[in-house]
């Protein structure tokens, strides 16, 4: 490769993670205005504080972490040029995030189960912050799913080596992203009453 072709391929590729930074930064934005707003709600008169998460979404976040554990060793052995256990642990990783998403479903027919409604007049201040916290989550984990889908698909494809990681590299630490994103909200809301 010429040192021209060289010089524009890094630029390319810093451009690819200052847009991933960029995306990172405003979900870390639009979290801690959530958060904040949840924190700043609290101190209403009708705030439930004996509020309790479904123990589906304790569970959860063990797959969730799981999951990142898998997708690190996926990483470890592309390194290696190992194919087949790349294959299986970004396998195991596509698995983990679905039963993720299968869990939180549950949570919330749990929540539903327990009589926590989004809004009407069986809901309360703090089922209608859960709902959007956590929903705003599952919006951004379908997107790490996507990204997920797309490293498998080019993983078979051949794109990915010790070599050349940077699609691969991009992809698990939006992953690892929301599964961090998921363990704070988990913790907050399970701490903070």
Same mark, same amino acid.
Request: hydrophobic share 50%; glycine share 6%.
């Given at each position: 490769? *010429? ?15 200052? /847009? ?6 405003? /979900?870390? /934005?639009?979290? *801690? ?43 470890? $052995? ?50 209608? $912050?859960?709902?959007?916290?956590? /929903? *705003? ?22 794109? $990915? ?33």
């Amino acid at each position: 490769m *010429a040192i021209n072709e060289r010089s524009e391929q890094e630029k390319r590729d810093r451009s690819k993670k200052m /847009m991933l930074w960029f995306g990172i930064i405003s /979900m870390v /934005m639009t979290f *801690a205005g959530l958060t904040s707003a949840y924190v700043v709600s609290s101190k209403r008169p009708d705030w439930v504080s004996d509020f309790e998460l479904p123990e589906t979404f304790g569970i959860s976040t063990i797959i969730i972490v799981l999951s990142s554990i898998t997708l690190f060793a996926a990483k470890r $052995y592309l390194k290696q040029e190992n194919r087949k256990m790349t294959s299986l642990f970004l396998f195991f990783t596509f698995l983990l995030g679905a039963t993720f998403v299968g869990l939180q479903f549950r949570g919330f027919e749990t929540l539903v189960n327990e009589g926590y409604y989004f809004t009407g007049p069986t809901s309360t201040i703090n089922s209608s $912050y859960i709902y959007v916290l956590v /929903m *705003a989550h599952l919006v951004h984990l379908a997107a790490g799913i996507i990204v997920l889908t797309v490293i498998i698909f080019n993983h078979f494809r051949g794109r $990915y080596s010790s070599e050349k990681m940077l699609g691969f590299s991009i992809g698990s630490s939006f992953w690892h992203f929301v599964d961090v994103l998921w363990l704070f909200l988990f913790l907050f809301l399970s701490f903070y009453k």
